[in-house]
Nanobody, 123 residues
Framework: EVQLVESGGGLVQAGGSRRLSCAASGFPFGDWSIGWFRQAPGKGREGVSCISRRDGSTYYADSVKGRFTISSDNAKNSAYLQMNSLKPEDTATYFC????????????????WGQGTQVTVSS
């Protein structure tokens, strides 16, 4: 059974940093694409950053380029999202997701999801 557990969310001031973690189990972690998505109140879920195992590429949404960094540690079966220079508009529930392929960084391509972790950025 695929399991994803996010952690690291919380309240942070604008300009601060936060590191999210995603602990994974139940699938070949190094072979599947990994993504971080977020959903703000009243909005749809958007792809923040993804690692494609298909071609090794990394995607970042324009709104987070230069501020967020995605990484993974195959030895720990974990993925991370380092978030720097946080802005109030980054406030959202952040989800980790995985998929055997993950064609691109859109939720439609991801089949397995964690429960999410809330990040609130105060101004």
């Amino acid at each position: 059974e695929v399991q994803l557990v996010e952690s690291g969310g919380g309240l942070v001031q604008a300009g601060g940093s936060r590191r999210l973690s995603c602990a994974a189990s139940g699938f070949p972690f190094g072979d599947w694409s990994i993504g971080w998505f977020r959903q703000a109140p009243g909005k749809g879920r958007e792809g923040v950053s993804c690692i494609s195992r298909r071609d090794g590429s990394t995607y970042y949404a324009d709104s987070v380029k230069g501020r967020f960094t995605i990484s993974s540690d195959n030895a720990k079966n974990s993925a991370y999202l380092q978030m720097n220079s946080l802005k109030p508009e980054d406030t959202a529930t952040y989800f980790c997701a995985v998929d055997r392929v993950g064609v691109d960084c859109r939720e439609i391509w991801y089949d397995y999801w964690g429960q999410g972790t809330q990040v609130t950025v105060s101004s």
